[in-house]
């Protein structure tokens, strides 16, 4: 009996965390609602740019963008995000990856800069060595969207993979937002 329980609580606790590492999770607030956006700190290189403060990009709408070059979960989202930064760009869209390496090989900025050519990822990188952003946002997952209105807050996040339908229509709505 006993070994039974042992047993099922393991396939319990595997099938949750396969559950959760699956999943994809996105909550929308009402810009009046939304935290404020976390500035962009203990970035130990931009790539791709000069320096950038989020308070410079107020009246941007804003796609955060947490990632990994090693992660295939960011890889599949890449087509999507650089399609977004393509189309709306011209609009108000500021698209900022912030690469937060989950492995010591990442955080050097030769494969860093490798693998922006490599994957044609033209807009501002943040490189997050030290994870002091990805902490200001409690932030815990790759990839992680955070949407950010006009008057910097937060008010829209995704993790995971999917939805990208739903992430396309809320930043046209805050696209179309006045100031």
């Known amino acids: 009996m006993t070994t039974r329980l042992k047993s099922f609580a393991l396939s319990t606790a595997f ?21 404020t956006a976390p500035e962009f700190t203990g970035i130990s290189q931009w790539l791709n740019s000069e320096p950038l403060k989020l308070q410079q ?43 937060t390496p989950e ?19 033209s807009y501002p990188v943040a490189q997050d060595d030290q994870y002091a952003t990805w902490n200001a946002y409690n932030n815990q997952y790759w990839p992680a969207f955070y949407l950010i209105d006009k008057q910097g807050h937060v008010v829209y996040t995704h993790f995971g993979e999917g939805d990208y339908a739903q992430t396309e229509a809320k930043i046209q709505a805050l696209l179309a937002q006045k100031n």
Request: glycine content about 8%; proline content about 5%; some cysteine.
């Open 15 to 35: 099938a949750a965390c396969a559950m959760i590492a699956t999943s994809t999770t996105a909550i929308a607030a009402s810009p009046q609602s939304g935290p």
């Open 57 to 99: 990009l107020r009246g941007k709408v804003v796609l955060v963008d947490f990632w990994t070059y090693s992660c295939i979960n960011c890889a599949n989202t890449l087509p999507y995000v650089k399609s977004w930064n393509q189309k709306y760009k011209d609009q108000g869209l500021t698209v900022i990856g912030v690469h």
């Open 103 to 121: 492995y010591p090989f990442e955080r050097d900025t030769g494969n860093v800069k490798t693998a922006l050519k490599r994957l044609g990822i």
